[in-house]
């Protein structure tokens, strides 16, 4: 189960990839479950790794709610 | 450090890499990325030349261990962020042959990429092994693939992110259920396979884990379809008072229109 950190790190992870960047070594874990899941996928750009917003992760904004509290 | 692993083709047949079928699908292939060629149980996936970032000396061999889809992994390929993903859609460009659900709706995620647990803490690469029983590890991905989905849903979905249009809302909720909905079914089809190579006790315990990770999901999907629900039922409700109101504006309209005219009649 998702702890409340690394429910916060899957946030940055998928907000730092969701228009497409070079992978990191460091995302590599949260990557895994966010591929896993389609919210984002990996894709090949002149030999290096990268990663983008998957079928389910294009249906969200890139930017996380405001809070309204 | 190669990439290595016992893996497993999902089907519900039980005869997915029977030699009939291995036969029919692996024959003269030539579209994709990857060329697949098939001898007796021995199969070889190798990169065509100029594919985007794949290597031409690239190699994934598949060793079919049983007729019900078990089979060894084995890449020359150092474990590296490029060459797990490339050596992952070798395995799904094989997959594709034989397994009908990859890339529908009904999709076993657990199974789309074998080398993609490959990351510890200490920062080093850990690639998923098969450390003890094969059975009891291959479960153990089914049941973590669902956890992840429960995960994800809730973590992005419910805290974090806003969706783009509010239709969407019930697409990222049934696609997220479907998806782990078709995970239980696989994991149930490779017990009912390969259920009698587990102890008793720890099959029962792996389906009721199953079982309770499901609940998560469905806890989830119905929080989100509710919202939908509830936020569709206030938007109706809404143009509703707006409709009545227009109606009772023109009906008094009217009737004063009306009154206007008998008097007029009256008092010519």
């Known amino acids: ?69 | 450090m190669s990439m290595e692993l016992d893996f497993w083709i999902p089907n519900l047949s039980a005869e997915a890499a029977s030699i009939s079928r291995l036969e029919k699908h692996l024959e003269n292939d030539s579209n994709g990325n990857f060329r697949i060629v098939h001898k007796d149980k021995k199969i070889v996936v190798t990169a065509k030349k100029d594919s985007n970032g794949v290597q031409s000396d690239f190699c994934l061999n598949i060793e079919i261990l049983d007729y019900h889809g078990r089979c060894h992994l084995n890449c020359n390929r150092n474990a590296e962020p490029a060459s797990i993903y490339i050596a992952n859609e070798a395995w799904n460009a094989f997959r594709r042959k034989l397994d009908g659900c990859e890339g529908t709706i009904y999709d076993c995620s657990a199974v789309r990429e074998p080398f993609n647990v490959f990351h510890s803490s200490t920062g080093e690469f850990n690639l998923h092994k098969n450390a003890g029983n094969f059975y009891i590890d291959m479960s153990n991905r089914f049941i973590q693939s669902v956890e992840r989905i429960s995960d994800t849903m809730n973590h992005i979905w419910s805290n974090g992110m806003e969706i783009k249009r509010r239709r969407y809302n019930i697409d990222v909720a049934t696609r997220s259920l479907a998806n782990a909905k078709a995970n239980k079914l696989y994991f149930d089809s490779f017990l009912n396979i390969y259920g009698e190579r587990f102890p008793a006790k720890t099959t029962k315990a792996k389906i009721k884990e199953m079982e309770f990770r499901m609940k998560k999901v469905e806890i989830a999907y119905d929080a989100i379809t509710t919202i939908r629900n509830t936020d569709y039922e206030s938007s109706m409700h809404t143009i509703t008072v707006i409709a009545l109101l227009i109606s009772a504006i023109a009906l008094a309209a009217d009737a004063f229109i009306g009154l206007n005219e008998l008097f007029q009649w009256i008092h010519p």
């Open chain 1, 1 to 69: 189960m998702c702890t409340w950190e690394e429910g916060k790190e899957l946030q940055r992870v998928f907000l730092r990839y969701y228009k497409g960047k070079e992978v990191r070594e460091d995302d590599l874990e949260a990557l895994d479950t966010l591929s896993n899941t389609d919210y984002l996928e990996y894709y090949m750009e002149n030999g290096k790794l990268f990663a983008r917003a998957g079928t389910i992760g294009k249906m969200f904004k890139a930017k996380p709610m405001t809070p309204t509290i």
